[in-house]
T-cell receptor
Framework: SQQGEEDPQALSIQEGENATMNCSYKTSINNLQWYRQNSGRGLVHLILIRSNEREKHSGRLRVTLDTSKKSSSLLITASRAADTASYFCFSSSNTGNQFYFGTGTSLTVIP | DAGITQSPRHKVTETGTPVTLRCHQTENHRYMYWYRQDPGHGLRLIHYSYGVKDTDKGEVSDGYSVSRSKTEDFLLTLESATSSQTSVYFC?????????????FGEGSWLTVV
């Protein structure tokens, strides 16, 4: 399975702090993606990092990828209450058409 | 936002009755997916389609069937609903499958089987 596994399962921080969540995967990948899900909504794509990239930024998001450890991390800086959501990673290989997701990290940002 | 519409958005049905959920897209994407999301299990793939009349099973396909007669529509059918199929169902689309592509989700359909 290409399923990504997120860690920790739940994270609670104060507004303004940074939030870091991790993802591990099993097979060689073409790219890795992070998604966000607000309560009661569908998942929304946040950022994609390719296998030949080590770090990528998008606004307050910073994603790192370590292919030797088969892991990725998502850092949200200066968190806001509106960042409260579940975050999922997805690792994509060069073959296959199925998107599999883990159980996600539930982030709570306390105002 | 990707043009994905799920219907119905909320449904309560009785055990043993058939239920059909519809996913309609306006993006002309080739791939369409049905997921269910349950506490403690995350998102699990039920079935997916890689073209008109081309479908395949996901990891939790038992008790479900799908059909895709047009590019824009992907139907999920529960032939005889059971209480274990109470869940939130998400439709998703992707232009070219997993390699280098993002997947776009609908807003979900809440199904309760009583």
């Amino acid at each position: 399975s290409q399923q990504g596994e997120e860690d920790p399962q739940a994270l609670s921080i104060q507004e303004g702090e940074n939030a870091t969540m991790n993802c591990s995967y099993k097979t060689s990948i073409n790219n890795l993606q992070w998604y966000r899900q607000n309560s009661g909504r569908g998942l929304v794509h946040l950022i994609l990092i390719r296998s030949n990239e080590r770090e990528k930024h998008s606004g307050r998001l910073r994603v790192t990828l370590d292919t030797s450890k088969k892991s990725s991390s998502l850092l949200i800086t200066a968190s806001r209450a509106a960042d409260t959501a579940s975050y999922f990673c997805f690792s994509s290989s060069n073959t296959g058409n199925q998107f599999y997701f883990g159980t996600g990290t539930s982030l709570t940002v306390i105002p | 936002d990707a043009g994905i519409t799920q219907s119905p958005r909320h449904k309560v049905t009785e055990t043993g009755t058939p239920v059909t959920l519809r996913c309609h897209q306006t993006e002309n994407h080739r791939y369409m997916y049905w997921y269910r999301q349950d506490p403690g299990h995350g998102l699990r793939l039920i079935h997916y389609s890689y073209g008109v009349k081309d479908t395949d099973k996901g990891e939790v396909s038992d008790g479900y069937s799908v059909s895709r007669s047009k590019t824009e529509d992907f139907l999920l059918t529960l032939e005889s609903a059971t209480s274990s199929q109470t869940s939130v169902y998400f439709c998703a689309i992707s232009e070219l499958g997993t390699a280098g592509n993002t997947i776009y989700f609908g807003e979900g359909s809440w199904l309760t089987v009583v």
